[in-house]
């Protein structure tokens, strides 16, 4: 039984790299598609948020721990540009 634990893990890694990557379109259209800035912007952090989780199915499907600093940077990267863009908002609107 302990024989197919490899095998559920390759299965249950490409389903969520396969479901992620679909996500990764969907969230693209959205941001090339979106209607406001807003919109946009919540697209390019959906599509950063879904690039660090196939980063981290990356790293369990292939056991490579050093592409974990990787997403960490990407998620740091991407939060500093969240936050200027929440400034611009606001020097925007006074």
């Known amino acids: ?14 389903a969520s790299m396969g479901m992620l990557l679909l996500a990764v379109a969907l969230a693209t259209w ?3 598609r979106g209607p406001d800035l807003a919109d946009r912007v919540v697209a390019l952090e ?5 690039l660090i989780a196939l980063i ?9 721990d050093a592409v974990l600093p990787v ?6 990267i991407a939060f500093l ?3 200027a863009f929440a400034r611009y908002l606001m020097r925007r609107k006074a």
Do not use: D, Q
Request: proline share 2%; glycine share 12%.
């Open 1 to 14: 039984m302990l024989l197919f634990i490899p095998h559920i893990v390759e299965i249950a890694g490409s």
């Open 30 to 32: 959205r941001l090339l």
């Open 46 to 50: 959906m599509i950063t948020l879904l």
């Open 56 to 64: 981290g199915v990356y790293a369990v499907r292939t056991g490579i």
């Open 71 to 76: 997403a960490i940077v990407i998620g740091l």
């Open 81 to 83: 540009g969240t936050v």
